[in-house]
Nanobody, 123 residues
């Protein structure tokens, strides 16, 4: 199993920045990739970004491309999401998740999930 714990959420004004972190523990050697998802109030959960663990290949949702940056620290088993130029529509609970196997889609088939961290962007 892999345990994931997110941190770094909070309240920020539109145009501001936040950095989310996700610490992984357990069978981290088996991770293929880690991703970030978000669930806005009253909406379905949606994909935000993914990074492959060994190579560091990244993939972003169109809605965050150019504003968000995903990165990983293999020595610390952490993945981060730097969020800049935040908009009120970025308000959501943000979750990190891991894919243990190679998956054809960067946005589907995640095996373990964190509990989430709230991000609120005020206008």
């Amino acid at each position: 199993q892999v345990q994931l714990v997110e941190s770094g959420g909070g309240l920020v004004q539109a145009g501001g920045s936040l950095r989310l972190s996700c610490a992984a523990s357990g069978r981290t050697f088996s991770m293929y990739a880690m991703g970030w998802f978000r669930q806005p109030p009253g909406k379905e959960r949606e994909f935000v970004a993914r990074i492959t663990w060994r190579v560091g290949s990244v993939y972003y949702a169109d809605s965050v491309k150019g504003r968000f940056t995903i990165s990983r620290d293999k020595a610390k088993n952490t993945v981060s999401l730097q969020m800049n130029s935040l908009k009120p529509e970025d308000t959501a609970v943000y979750y990190c998740a891991t894919q243990l196997l190679v998956r054809p889609s960067p946005a589907a088939e995640y095996d373990y999930w964190g509990q989430g961290t709230q991000v609120t962007v005020s206008s």
